[in-house]
């Protein structure tokens, strides 16, 4: 049997960890893909150089405000109320906040971009789509897969906060384990978290 206080005793559950760890790493890709697609898709409604008209700029704006100006733990407990305990109301939760942040970021990106292509697709006869996909997404790319990319190092972090009410991953196994008072358990498993981050940053 393990000593209590050895590092054996610690990560008894050691392969638990490991699978809510990796649940976790999963609520973060999923939430970044669906946050990245709506914030790209939003983004350019949201620029104000390539919006098709005020109104839809102002509303696509206040949407992306709506999104990111609710915390995900707030998000995360109105899902799990809605759906129930569980992951899926963690990525949903994460994702809506994903979508806002990256839409700003996007936006702005797409603000700065060159006119020039824009200019010469229009003249050739381009509708607005068009111009969005071969005037602008080829200019704005690799800014978005890198915005993309650091949502993504911050989504492992909330996705490991969230599961404190009920949207799985490690983040509920910690609320477990700090509400049975076992505090080897949960420095065993907030040197995985740290790992966790660590690595993946």
Known sequence: NAVPGSLTFWYTDFWTYVTLIWETILMAITATLIGTFVAF??????????????????????????????????????????????????????????????????????????????????????????????????????????YAMLRFEINVRASSIIGFVGAGGIGQELNRVISFYSDDRVLAVQILVVLMVTVID
């Open 41 to 146: 898709i939003l983004s350019f409604p949201a620029s104000s150089n390539l919006a098709p008209n005020s109104t839809i700029y102002w509303v696509s704006r206040r949407f992306l405000e709506v999104c990111r100006g609710i915390p995900e733990i707030l998000l995360a407990l109105v899902f799990v109320f809605m759906i129930g305990i569980g992951p899926l109301a963690g990525v949903i939760a994460i994702a809506i906040h994903s979508a806002g942040a990256l839409g700003k970021l996007f936006a702005e990106v797409n603000e700065n971009a060159s006119d020039r292509p824009i200019e010469g697709i229009t003249a050739v006869g381009g509708n607005w789509p068009e111009k969005m996909l071969y005037g602008v997404v080829p200019q704005v790319t690799p800014n978005f897969f890198s």
